[in-house]
């Protein structure tokens, strides 16, 4: 997948998160924290948005809570490991 694939499967996730209610900030940080998730995880974006709603949620808000912001990207998620972190 390129980067601009990879781009557009941010979007769609951010997207989801705001249709469903789980998400209302800014959409730029969200996506922020997406691609610097995906940096540091290689994150099986296309199983993650295609995920049920549990499993869509924990990595969500998983990454949100525990991604420390101090760079971009950021690589620091404490001992959080997302559920669609790569093989």
Do not use: C
């Not at 499967?9 to 996506?31: D, F, H, N």
């Not at 420390?68 to 997302?82: L, N, Q, S, T």
């Amino acid at each position: 997948m390129s980067k601009a694939q990879r781009y557009g499967m941010y979007v769609e996730i951010a997207k989801r998160a705001e249709e469903s209610g789980l998400y209302t900030g800014e959409r730029l940080s969200l996506l922020m924290d997406i691609e610097s998730a995906d940096e540091k995880f290689n994150l099986r974006l296309e199983e993650w948005l295609a995920a049920d709603d549990f499993n869509f949620i924990h990595d969500l808000y998983g990454i949100m809570d525990h991604i420390v912001r101090d760079k971009f990207p950021a690589d620091d998620f404490g001992f959080f490991v997302p559920r669609f972190a790569g093989r």
